[in-house]
């Protein structure tokens, strides 16, 4: 599970919502949606999971043409 503890200066300043998705550029992986879980005295919970993680997803196709 992706889902961590990081500290409220990570956000430098936004005004966080729980629920909310915010975008995080992180080192080495790009950029991220995190969804912020708790919001604590001096930390922030997040979850890094997509927000479809769990989730059953249909599709619907219209096939034009096989070769």
Do not use: H
């Amino acid at each position: 599970e992706l889902v961590f503890e990081v500290s409220l200066d990570f956000f430098e300043g936004d005004a966080l919502v729980i629920g909310n998705l915010y975008e995080a550029d992180l080192p080495g992986v790009g950029p991220v949606e995190i969804t912020v879980v708790k919001i604590l005295e001096k930390t922030v919970v997040i979850d890094l999971n997509s927000p479809l993680a769990g989730k059953t997803v249909v599709y619907k196709i219209e096939l034009l043409k096989i070769y």
